[in-house]
């Protein structure tokens, strides 16, 4: 991985004053749906809230509403610094039923994006879908594992591939396969801790190199295969302070989970630079562009 880049901009990302006036009246506002608007609408003391939606680790009382539009807001914020494409095409593996980036991807585009994901969980994948009904942008949700993505999507055809959360899931699913659990079956969220249970051992027996470290870059790697010359792949990953000191959760892992994936793509040698921008923590985000040669 080259060297890390700084961006030109100075302008600070996520100012909390500011991404309260996207959820509330501005770009993240006009592309969330009526229920949500209203229920963020209807909301007291929302500078608190998106102050602290916008921590790392997460505070206890978070408001779901305000994390996801506060989430979007920081993905469209990212994509205005970077200055994609206004009709951008995106790819996310494993989205889940999270759709921060693609609520960024309709405000950025004003509803002309292309938004392509790869999902492999089957009741996550039907969560999510009533989520974006009501976006104007091209959605298309394909139904297979991302270590698949070539077998689906032509080279050099997106601008952006976006890991939101995603790593976590990646590694899950990884260690849980081959105990026997079907990850694209299983009802997800209440198997989760299972499945941090059984990353966590692997962790603490050194297996990670073995087994999801390989299937991680591979997607990784067919992401930067997927993104044209000079796009970028976006990482995040946050945590919530209520695992701190819980026996079964391993804090360690998960808090130094973007800082692990940026040392095996570096080992990895794949050709991208890190980019940094201001107000953006490289422990919980990682930017890196495609090389353009």
């Not at 991985?1 to 509330?24: C, K, N, Y």
């Not at 994509?79 to 039923?97: K, T």
């Not at 591939?161 to 976590?168: D, S, Y």
């Not at 946050?238 to 793509?265: A, E, K």
């Amino acid at each position: 991985m080259g060297e890390i880049v700084h961006s030109a901009s100075s302008a600070r990302l996520w100012e909390p004053a500011r991404v309260a006036q996207e959820i509330l009246q501005g770009p993240i506002s006009r592309v969330l749906d009526d229920p949500a608007r209203c229920e963020l609408a209807g909301l007291g003391e929302i500078g608190e809230k998106v102050a602290g939606a916008l921590e790392n680790p997460k505070p206890l009382d978070i408001c779901m509403p305000v994390l996801n539009a506060v989430l979007g807001a920081q993905y469209y914020e990212v994509f205005q610094a970077l200055e994609l494409p206004r009709a951008l095409s995106v790819y996310e593996p494993c989205v889940g039923a999270s759709n921060p980036v693609v609520l960024a991807a309709e405000a950025h585009s004003a509803g002309t994006a292309r938004y392509l994901t790869i999902n492999l969980n089957r009741k996550l994948r039907e969560e999510l879908r009533p989520k974006i009904a009501h976006l104007q942008s091209s959605i298309q949700i394909i139904e297979d594992n991302a270590q698949k993505a070539l077998d689906h999507l032509p080279l050099r055809s997106f601008e952006v591939a976006c890991f939101h959360h995603a790593v976590n899931d990646i590694l899950q699913t990884a260690v849980s396969e081959p105990r026997g659990m079907d990850t694209s079956g299983v009802d997800w969220f209440p198997n989760e801790r299972q499945m941090i249970e059984w990353l966590a051992e692997d962790a603490n027996a050194g297996l990670l190199e073995l087994r999801g470290k390989p299937e991680l870059m591979q997607i990784v790697g067919d992401a930067v295969r997927l993104v044209r010359p000079g796009g970028f792949l976006l990482f995040d990953h946050f945590n919530w302070r209520r695992f701190i000191g819980v026996s079964w959760f391993p804090w360690d892992l998960f808090y130094n989970l973007i800082p692990m994936t940026r040392q095996w793509v570096g080992a990895c040698g794949l050709p991208v630079t890190e980019v940094c921008l201001p107000g953006v923590d490289p422990q919980w985000w990682m930017i890196l562009q495609v090389e353009r040669t």
